[in-house]
């Protein structure tokens, strides 16, 4: 299980050309550069945009899904977007409808496992991620 708090690219890229069974003189040829710099680059806590593509291209993995899925699980709620110039509530309604469907597998995995692990409550999970209680009971009730 990811920790998606903390995202350590490297790694994981490391990890996923592991599983891959991918050689590293392919990946030299791929990136046109040397093995040092592969391993600088699993080594890395970030990498670039422009070599996250590649390697979401040559591993065939949304990589920028992880950090979209920590954003949805860390980023603090948005100011009042009532106060906003020109937004309407049913604006934000919208915005709040299009929220609830970017729950991923692997979002849903991390808070299940925290709560299983006693890590978490279901009450805390509630409200430190802002997911509605029927929702979780459902991924409770599918998942476990």
């Given at each position: 299980?990811?920790?998606?708090k903390q ?9 996923s050309?592991?599983?891959n069974?991918?050689?590293?003189e ?9 093995a ?11 990498v ?21 899925q920590?954003?949805v ?6 100011a009042?977007?009532?106060s906003?110039?020109?937004t ?7 915005e ?26 279901r ?9 509605p ?6 991924w ?5």
């Amino acid at each position: 299980m990811m920790d998606l708090k903390q995202i350590k690219i490297g790694q994981l890229l490391e990890n996923s050309v592991k599983e891959n069974h991918i050689e590293i003189e392919r990946l030299c040829s791929f990136f046109n550069c040397e093995a040092k710099n592969i391993e600088q680059m699993y080594g890395s806590d970030t990498v670039g945009t422009d070599i996250l593509i590649k390697w979401s291209e040559l591993l065939q993995y949304d990589f920028f899904r992880l950090y979209s899925q920590h954003l949805v699980l860390y980023a603090p709620p948005a100011a009042n977007r009532y106060s906003q110039a020109g937004t309407k509530k049913k604006d934000v309604i919208q915005e709040l409808q299009f929220r609830k469907n970017i729950y991923t597998k692997e979002i849903i995995e991390f808070i299940i496992n925290r709560i299983n692990k006693g890590e978490m409550t279901r009450e805390e999970v509630i409200s430190k991620y802002r997911i509605p209680k029927t929702t979780l009971y459902k991924w409770l009730n599918k998942y476990n």
